[in-house]
Structures are given as structure tokens and as C-alpha cells.
């Protein structure tokens, strides 16, 4: 989508970092693959970013793509030269776009390592709320082979792989992955600088969760960090932290409108998202996830809360 779509007027700042030499430094290879450094590619998982580390040892993946872009993955990971085996697939989170070719890329012998609750999402019939219906459990093929619950570190190839919870900052099961030498963190869609922000409120997922989540992400990386986002362009540290901060002004203007016992009508109408540096496409969608998540929560929201 347009990206002017999603940024008011007045954001040349941030337009400005996004055309910045770093991210151009980044050749494309071919049609959707863009080198980050020597070993690290962000490649088109339709629609989606899907992060490739190259080693002598194989590849490395963070997410897998939607299911329907199975031919352009595996013909983007032939084309990254070196081993071309997959040794090892993160997922980010549960959701389609990011499991999608979990199947083709676990039976071709890669290692596929999530958290727990990913595992869980993928493994049982769960209920789409905004689309009143069930969503059939994936195929055990797709499934995490290996899980974690909170940290985890690993060397592939030589290269120091650092990975961790993110709480429920987008679904149940969110996680980073940092490629510690490369300074590389991808976040899943724990970052959202294009796309409106989701919150998968019936896995858990809260706007306060999502705040936590990327202080913590703030304590990982660095000022020279770049930031890969389920969706959308590479952000540099300023751009996460940006987005960061934004975050926090909707989570405190969200704690003051649903302690006064507002719902997502009444937050859109009182112009809760309005004045920021960003609009939504759809409010009503983010605010109906965010007061979902709210009640949910209600004994985080202020300590006179019993
Ligand atoms: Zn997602």
C-alpha cells in the first residue's frame, strides 16, 4: 500500500529516514530480495518479510511466507547463493502470512522453533472472532519441532542467534529474533509501520502487552540496530522507537477512555487516534482489539482497580 496512506503530512522525517543511503545501501538480487549485509536478506513472503540469514552451515529463516507464495520463497532462498539448505525456520508469531510454507520447508529437514503458544495456536481449531467462524488446526507438518518459553541463544553457522518472548504484544506467542553480529532484529509484527497495529485479542494480545514488548525490544538492540517488521519497510532504531513512543500515547489515552467505561465507538468518536504522527485505515477494527484487550486486563490498569 501507499505509504503516504498510512503517515499524515509533516512525517518528513520519518519518509526521509525510510529513503535514508542505509536502507538504499540494500541491493536488490532479484524481485522482492534485498540484501541487508553479506548474510542477511529480507525476502518478499508475500506480502509479508520473511528474514534469511546465510551460513556455511545453511539457511537460516525468520517466518516462512503466506501459503500462497511457496514458488517465489523457495526460488528466492536458491537464489542467495552458499548452502542452500534450510537448517533452522523462527516463527515470529502463528498467524498465515507467517507459517505459511512451514509445511515445504520442514519437510525439506529444517528445524522449525517458536514459543510455546505459537505451537498451541497452530496445533487446535480456534475461533476468527471478526469473522464469526472456526480456523481448522494446521497440519502436525506445519507444527514447531522444537519450542521455548522464555529466552533462548544459538549459534548457526557461526553466527550468534539471540530469541525471546515478547509477551502479548500481537498474539499469545510473539518472539524476536536478534542476529547479534549483523545487528539485525526482526520483531514479527510487533512493529507495524505501515499496516495498522493488530492486536489478537482472543489469544491475549493488549495494547499493554504490546508496549511492554517493545520496551523490552528497546533493551535488546541499539542506536545502529535496523529493525525488520512482519510487514512493511526495514525501520531504523529511530523509526522503532519512534513508533514505540506512539504506542505508548494510545495506551494511555486508551487506560483513561475504558476506566471511564468508553468502547470502541465512543474512543473513535472522543478522537482517541487522532493528533498522532500516524492514522489508522480502519480505527474502529484497532480500537474494538484494543477494548477487547482491555477488559481483558482491567486489574493492570490502575492500581485502585480491585
Ligand atoms: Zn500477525
New binding site residues.
Partial sequence: MDRRHALKGGMAGLLTLWASPLLQAGQRTNAGVRKLTDTISVLDGGG?NIVALSSADGIVLVDTGAPNSGDRVMAALKGLGGNPKVHTVFN????L??TGNNEALAAAGAKIVAHDRTRQWLSVDHWLPDQDRYEKARPKAAWPTEVFFNTGSRKIGGAQIDYGYLLVA??AGDIYVYFKDSNVLAV??VASPVNDP?L?WITGAWIGGRVSAMNLLLKIGNDQTRVVP?SGPVMTWAEFKAERELMEVVRQRLFKQIRQGDGPQDMVDGGVLKGLARTWKDPHKFLYAAAKGLWGNHNKLDPDVV
Fill in positions: 509479508g515470529t508469531h502463528y498467524h502470512a507467517q500481537h498474539t514479527g509484527d493488530e489478537d512482519g
